[in-house]
């Protein structure tokens, strides 16, 4: 998986078909599109990511992600896909569809990707990640 912020997630997180297809929460969909938005931008607000993604997301991780994902190009569609829960954890995942496919070494080159994010009890970034969908 291409994680771009946050600890490494367990492998549950991934796509593995364990999202289902429960109601969409519309503040997570919104914080989430905000989220492709601002590290397409290569800007993010810090303030909305819990104290060990801000460890872990260096400003050359930013960087690395505005290129990746400004390199497919603008975003076609972005959609709810479901949420997996592990651990009591809820991550919303989302498709992305860019105008353009993305190449990553050694990841499948594809237009079509998936944005999984999960908020603590604050409502602060726990975890978000970009990868090509299966």
Not at 58 to 86: H, I, M, N, W
Request: aromatic content about 8%; glycine content about 6%; proline content about 5%.
């Amino acid at each position: 998986m291409a994680t771009l912020a946050g600890a490494q997630a367990p492998p549950a997180f991934a796509q593995t078909g364990a999202a289902t297809a429960g109601a969409e929460n519309p503040a997570i969909t919104s914080l989430a599109r905000a989220q492709l938005d601002a590290l397409r931008a290569g800007n993010v607000d810090r303030n909305q990511y819990t104290a060990a993604v801000n460890a872990r997301f260096t400003d050359d991780e930013v960087s690395q992600a505005a290129r990746l994902l400004t390199s497919g190009g603008s975003v076609k569609t972005f959609a709810y896909a479901g949420t997996a829960v592990e651990e009591g954890v809820h991550v919303s995942q989302y498709t992305v569809e860019f105008e353009h496919p993305i190449s990553v070494p050694m990841m499948p080159t594809t237009a079509d990707w998936v944005e999984s994010i999960a908020t603590d009890k604050d409502g602060k970034i726990s975890f978000i990640a970009f990868e090509p969908k299966k």
